[in-house]
């Protein structure tokens, strides 16, 4: 697979995440500063809880709702306590107002989380 249009610039607020469905894995985008997402898998690696609902922090990393497990953005490893298995990260770019994602280009070798909520 190549990369692929997401989403556009307007769905997404900075300090915001987006869910995203219709590719192989379910991935939640994070709008941090201006043209900067990132696309990591959607389901949190400690209890398998949806990230999209979680909140973004000033130091970029996104905190799961359900139990606090925290993410680094860019690396996908956990920070803090409790410290969980790494989150995959995968290749998103912003060309013009379009968010573009391609899910067969992970940035780090963590596994692909079990997913049964989504």
């Known amino acids: 697979m190549a990369f692929v249009i997401v989403a556009n610039l307007d769905d997404l607020d900075e300090g915001e995440t ?44 996104l905190v799961c709702a359900s139990h606090n497990s925290r993410f680094n953005l860019e690396t996908g490893e956990s920070v803090g306590i409790p410290e969980v298995p790494t989150l995959p990260v995968y290749a998103c770019k912003v060309e013009g107002d379009a968010i573009l994602v391609d899910i067969d280009q992970q940035l780090n070798d963590a596994p692909i989380p079990h997913h049964p909520y989504h």
């Open 18 to 61: 987006l869910f995203v469905e219709g590719l192989k894995e379910p991935i939640c985008l994070v709008r941090l500063d201006g043209e900067d997402v990132r696309a990591v898998h959607n389901t949190c690696t400690h209890q398998q809880q949806p990230l999209h609902e979680g909140t973004v922090q000033d130091d970029d990393t």
